[in-house]
């Protein structure tokens, strides 16, 4: 039976970088054995994070498409109301969150 090789990942910090040294202390609360699952799951988390803020910024550029805004600092939106869809999607996050 072939052995299967598994990655290895090191890195080096600075504990001299405020962020850093914050990271470090975070990791050293991760129990043994289980650092591992923790920056996995760290990494994937901040990776759908990212995700979530383009779906956003694109929502929020589409909505601002169809505002436009006067001389006098206030918006006149073409549509009077929010759409379903707009209404539907802040929903989602408030319970993602």
Do not use: C, T
Request: glycine share 6%.
């Amino acid at each position: 039976m072939r052995e299967v090789k598994r990655p290895v990942f090191s890195f080096r910090l600075n504990l001299d970088n405020p962020d850093h040294k914050k990271a470090w202390e975070i990791l050293q609360s991760v129990p043994d054995g289980q650092k591992s699952s923790y920056l996995v799951q760290v990494i994937l988390k901040d990776q759908e994070n990212n995700q979530l803020e383009k779906s956003i910024r694109q929502a929020i550029r589409e909505e601002l498409a169809g505002v436009s805004i006067s001389g006098s600092g206030e918006s006149v939106s073409k549509k009077e109301e929010i759409p379903s869809q707009m209404l539907d999607f802040l929903s989602g996050l408030e319970d993602a969150f």
